[in-house]
């Protein structure tokens, strides 16, 4: 099974700063997604990477395979960025579900 | 396009009494899932659907069943509610294989 970590559990930074959080996985995947969860619940995918970097707008999503790590980092970052952003892993390279970190509860304060 | 749909948004049972989760999905995706989410535990898989007529469990199957009633239609059913199964229950699909996953928005059950 695979066991998703991420740090911190809660940040609390303000507007504008640069927002680094960090996720690592015990076992090779075929897949990482982020997520982002507002408060009230919805669950939104932002990413879905499996080597590399991608960027949308002031979020990018970085992974290293070798590492077994992935940093998805803010740009700028704005008080409606404040959400739980969360982590998860395709173990598998079909349709099984994803396994998840516990997320990490960002505040940003203007 | 309604994406991803639960129903009921919220729901108080006894201890002891079934109810069903109903989710639909208008993407003409062909996998689905039921997860659940507690405080400091994250999301946790209870079981999926690959394909329509097939079903597989998670990580935490046990108190549940679920059906897939059609391609849209993945149905989560409590048999004997107990307190433990007091969480947000979300259902999610994709395409398939590696794909992003589209939440539902989520079902609030409280087991009293």
């Known amino acids: 099974k695979n066991e998703v970590e991420q740090s911190p559990q809660n940040l609390t930074a303000q507007e504008g700063e640069f927002i680094t959080i960090n996720c690592s996985y015990s076992?090779?995947?075929?897949?990482l997604h982020w997520l982002q969860q507002h408060p009230g619940g919805g669950i939104v995918s932002l990413f879905m990477?499996?080597?590399g970097k991608k960027k949308h707008g002031r979020l990018i999503a970085t992974i290293n395979i070798q590492e077994k790590h992935s940093s998805l980092h803010i740009t700028a970052s704005h008080p409606r960025d404040s959400a739980v952003y969360i982590c998860a892993v395709n173990s598998g390279g079909g349709a099984d579900g994803l396994t998840f970190g516990k997320g990490t509860h960002l505040i940003i304060q203007p | 396009n309604a994406g991803v749909t639960q129903t009921p948004k919220f729901q108080v049972l006894k201890t002891g009494q079934s109810m069903t989760l109903q989710c639909a999905q208008d993407m003409n995706h062909n996998s689905m899932y039921w997860y659940r989410q507690d405080p400091g535990m994250g999301l946790r898989l209870i079981y999926y659907?690959?394909?329509?007529?097939?079903?597989d469990k998670g990580e935490v199957p046990n108190g549940y069943n679920v059906s897939r009633l059609n391609k849209r239609e993945f149905s989560l059913r409590l048999e004997s509610a107990a307190p433990s199964q007091t969480s947000v229950y979300f259902c999610a699909s994709r395409r398939g294989g590696l794909e992003t996953q589209y939440f539902g928005p989520g079902t609030r059950l409280l087991v009293l």
């Open positions: 659907s690959a394909s329509e007529g097939t079903t």
């Open positions: 990477l499996s080597s």
């Open positions: 076992v090779g995947i075929s897949a």
